[in-house]
């Protein structure tokens, strides 16, 4: 046998150390994923080989499931799967294991208690992921976590004029300095834009950062609407007490994402062709910058820019209805203007639109508008705010008119 040959067993034994060597760089770059640092394309074999168009390597499976992991992080403890029933409702549930024997065993008026004592939440697993991305199962994940933090800040955006609405809730990020990714959602009528932070964050200061994102918004788009502040993800500040908070759905699983829904567009609304190149590109907010913005929308009383509701006794206001300097200052508002504005009062106040500028549509409809006490009071309380909205707008708007409330 001269040098050029070798053993069955030498060849064996190659191979053994090149499988080991793969299976360590893939665990080096997940690793590398997980930090956030950008992995470097393997250098050419030769000196003269043609140059690619994409030097980076493809991601393996175990890569796109860290890279989408250290996105769209949530409680890992629980996470919810999409059911669908033959009548076509559908919906979301905690993923658990019961114990059927005990709920069997027990008299009818009690399983419903013997039930929810011996479920087990299951937990959220690269395994769970990688079923969702390949289209096995539909997950949402609940992204407030249990100390009251969260890892993302997401808007969802499900009106007709959805494109119209990211656009200026986009444009108001890039003005702000907030990194911030547009996915079309599964059903393609409507979005959701993400805003992605390199640690858990408050809820708190995620939620005031996106308060100020819809404000402003709001400023260039009055259509945007003030419902959209119900539309925040994570939904709550606090965690109720024996529940999760809202869920969201996650994008790409692999169905929607063969139509063109459940994937993130490029600025001219199209679908990025490498999602995964995307996604690793993707700059995540620090917390120091989150906070330096929401302390001077603060100071600025231009969080939510409605008042706050009156509570039960009218003679005790509360201390938080007032803004930091005790009142509420309004930017001046650009025109121009028409020289005149057709008013009619019959049974509400209608205010023609024409001429008038976004920004001062979207100050007549804040005039009509209250946070509600409701929210506020089952949110110190830690129970559910569902069916309570955050804001409570009396105003409507019209085709061609405001419509506002008309008083005595």
């Not at 990211?166 to 059903?187: F, H, I, K, Y």
């Not at 028409?338 to 205010?351: E, G, K």
């Not at 946070?371 to 089952?378: D, G, K, L």
């Not at 830690?382 to 955050?390: A, E, M, N, Q, Y």
């Amino acid at each position: 046998m001269n040098d050029n040959q070798h053993s069955p067993d030498s060849i064996e034994a190659l191979r053994a150390e090149c499988r080991r060597l793969r299976e360590e760089n893939d665990r080096l770059r997940q690793c590398l994923t997980e930090r956030g640092i950008e992995i470097p394309p393997p250098p050419s074999s030769s000196a003269a080989a043609e140059p690619r168009k994409d030097v980076r390597p493809k991601l393996s499976t175990l890569e796109k499931v860290a890279v989408f992991r250290s996105l769209f992080r949530g409680r890992e403890d629980v996470y919810a799967v999409r059911w669908q029933s033959p009548e076509g409702r559908s919906g979301y549930s905690p993923r658990t294991e019961r114990d059927w024997n005990a709920y069997y065993a027990a008299k009818p008026e009690h399983r419903k208690r013997v039930d929810k004592d011996t479920r087990r939440f299951l937990p959220l697993t690269d395994e769970v992921i990688h079923g969702h991305l390949a289209g096995e199962h539909t997950i949402g994940v609940y992204p407030l976590l249990q100390d009251e933090t969260c890892w993302f800040l997401a808007v969802d955006l499900d009106k007709e004029t959805w494109r119209e609405d990211a656009s200026a809730v986009l444009n108001t990020c890039r003005d702000l300095g907030v990194p911030a990714a547009l996915e079309r959602s599964r059903s393609g009528n409507g979005g959701h834009i993400w805003i992605f932070f390199d640690r858990a964050i408050p809820a708190t200061t995620a939620r005031k950062l996106g308060s100020l994102i819809l404000t402003r918004s709001m400023e260039r788009r009055h259509q945007v609407g003030l419902d959209s502040y119900d539309r925040l993800f994570p939904n709550q500040d606090t965690m109720p007490k024996g529940g999760f908070g809202n869920l969201i759905a996650l994008p790409l699983q692999r169905i929607p994402r063969e139509s063109g829904n459940s994937v993130f567009l490029d600025d001219t609304g199209e679908p990025y062709e490498d999602q995964w190149g995307f996604l690793r590109s993707i700059r995540r907010m620090s917390q120091t910058s989150a906070d330096q913005l929401v302390a001077g929308a603060q100071r600025n009383g231009d969080l939510i820019g409605v008042r706050m509701g009156a509570m039960d006794d009218e003679d005790q206001p509360d201390p938080w209805t007032l803004p930091p300097s005790r009142k509420t200052r309004e930017t001046r508002i650009e025109g121009p203007f028409p020289p005149a504005v057709r008013i009619v009062r019959s049974n509400l106040v209608f205010v023609e639109k024409k001429g008038l500028p976004p920004a001062m549509l979207n100050r007549l409809l804040r005039i009509a508008a209250f946070q509600n006490p409701e929210f506020y009071r089952a949110q110190a309380m830690r129970l559910s705010t569902f069916g309570k909205p955050r804001v409570i707008a009396c105003g409507e708007d019209l085709p061609r008119h405001l419509a506002l409330p008309r008083g005595a």
